[in-house]
Every structure is written in structure tokens, then in C-alpha cells.
């Protein structure tokens, strides 16, 4: 049943792919399989949208990979008290610096699990961008092949 549910969104986007094609071919007919594969490859949003989260993945190893390094931090102070509560001026003024520089020398194995998790977060999503490029290719050349099929067919029906 899931199956069915799944082809009527392959016929829109197909139908849409094509006519979108149909009406680029119209308006340029000496296209090239080739130019419309490299203009939907540059073009295609949900493509962009698989880059952009490869792109977020790569950024997740650095970000693993860089607590493994030092960990530095300081902080600055400064406090000014003044007291008349007894009849008498107390005044207080002071000022205070800290800096801490932790390196981690073991970890139990957390840190080098989370680089691997990561490294095999980032192979998977390699692997979801390639599965995705691969399904729009062959979208394209079907749709492409479909609309060249149809003018040929139309052509042929003109000439009888």
C-alpha cells in the first residue's frame, strides 16, 4: 500500500520535471542532455538542501575533533563596595583575574567515540547526497527522454 502512495509524488514530480523541460526545450531547442544535467545539478533546491547538511556535517568533525585540544578560559573582576550603614565610610575596591588551561589527558574513550560517531555520520551523509544525486539523474534522463519521445511522437503524427 505504501508503495502506491509513493508513485502518485514520483508522477507529479516527473510530470513537473518534464513539463518544466518540455518548456525549456520550446525555448532552446538545440539543448544537450548534458546542459540540462549540469543546470538541474546547479540548480535543483532539494540537492542544494543535501549539500548544505553535508556541509553541516563536515562542521560536526571539527567540532569533535577540536575536544581532543585545550580548553582555555579566563575571566576579569572588579567590585567597588562602599558602606555608611555605621556612621563611618567603609570603602572596598576589588579586582580580580582568573585563567584556567585544561587539557584533557583521558576521557574513558568519550571523545574518541564521539570522532568515530561523527566520522560515521558524515560517511552516511555522503552516501544520502550520492543515493539523492543518483534519483535526480535518472528523474532527468527519464523526463528528458520522455519529452524527446512525445516531440518525436508529435512530429511523426504531423507528418502523417
Known amino acids: 500500500m505504501s508503495v502506491r ?3 502518485p509524488k514520483h508522477l507529479v514530480s516527473a510530470a513537473t520535471l ?5 518548456l525549456a526545450a520550446t525555448a532552446a531547442r538545440a539543448e544537450q542532455l548534458q546542459d540540462v544535467i549540469a543546470y538541474v ?4 533546491p532539494g540537492l542544494q538542501s543535501q549539500r548544505a547538511a553535508l556541509k553541516a556535517l563536515d562542521e560536526s568533525y571539527v567540532q569533535a575533533r577540536s575536544q581532543f585540544g585545550p580548553n582555555i578560559s579566563a575571566s576579569v573582576g572588579d567590585t567597588d563596595y562602599i558602606d555608611k550603614r555605621s556612621g563611618v565610610t567603609a570603602h572596598a575596591d576589588t579586582q580580580s583575574a582568573a585563567m584556567s588551561l585544561v587539557q584533557p ?6 571523545l574518541t567515540s564521539r570522532l568515530d560517531a561523527t566520522k560515521a555520520q558524515i560517511k552516511s551523509g555522503r552516501e ?5 544525486e543518483l534519483d535526480l539523474l535518472g528523474r ?10 512525445d516531440q518525436q511522437l508529435l512530429k511523426i503524427s504531423q507528418d502523417t
Open 18 to 22: 518534464a513539463a518544466s523541460l518540455c
Open 128 to 132: 544520502v547526497l550520492r543515493r539523492y
Open 5 to 7: 502512495s509513493d508513485r
Open 41 to 44: 545539478y546547479e540548480t535543483n
Open 105 to 110: 589527558l583521558y576521557s574513558g574513550g568519550r
Open 140 to 149: 532527468v534522463v527519464t523526463a528528458y527522454l520522455d519529452v524527446r519521445r
